[in-house]
């Protein structure tokens, strides 16, 4: 997971079961930085696809990019196998990026600009 696009580079910090809230305290008081920060539980994502691939092995997700365009929570989803539904081309570009096969991606927004729908079919996009 660690070796997913996206997540690759990254700043990854260990926590306790118990560490989230004083990590972010750490944080919060640094005098380093006064600039938002994003903290992405690869652990809650990685059970929640879990629990999704065992309760319904036949029902492939298809995570909804518009939902959260975050690179880093993008690849972990990639790696973890989701399957992504694009609103735009950059929503595409932004799968694409992460090194997802076009077969994992769906175009469904219902009112598609032409030029998306062209560069869509140009990248092997449903």
């Known amino acids: 997971m660690l070796g997913a696009p996206g997540i690759n580079g990254k700043r990854v910090t260990v926590l306790s079961k118990d560490g989230?809230?004083?990590?972010m305290r750490s944080i919060i008081f640094s005098k380093e930085?006064?600039?938002p920060f994003y903290i992405l539980d690869l652990s809650a994502v990685t059970t929640l696809m879990h629990r999704w691939?065992?309760?319904?092995p036949t029902v492939q997700p298809?995570?909804?990019?518009k939902c959260n365009l975050n690179l880093n929570f993008l690849g972990a989803m990639a790696a973890l196998g989701?399957?992504?539904?694009?609103?735009s081309q950059a929503e595409i570009?932004?799968?694409l990026s992460q090194g997802v096969s076009p077969d994992r991606?769906?175009?469904a927004n219902p009112c598609k600009a032409e030029s998306h729908?062209?560069?869509a079919e140009s990248v092997g996009v449903n």
């Open 20 to 23: 989230l809230t004083d990590f």
């Open 33 to 35: 930085t006064k600039e």
């Open 53 to 56: 691939t065992r309760a319904l």
């Open 62 to 65: 298809h995570y909804a990019v």
């Open 82 to 87: 989701s399957n992504f539904d694009c609103a």
């Open 93 to 95: 570009e932004s799968i």
């Open 105 to 107: 991606i769906i175009f």
């Open 117 to 119: 729908i062209k560069y």
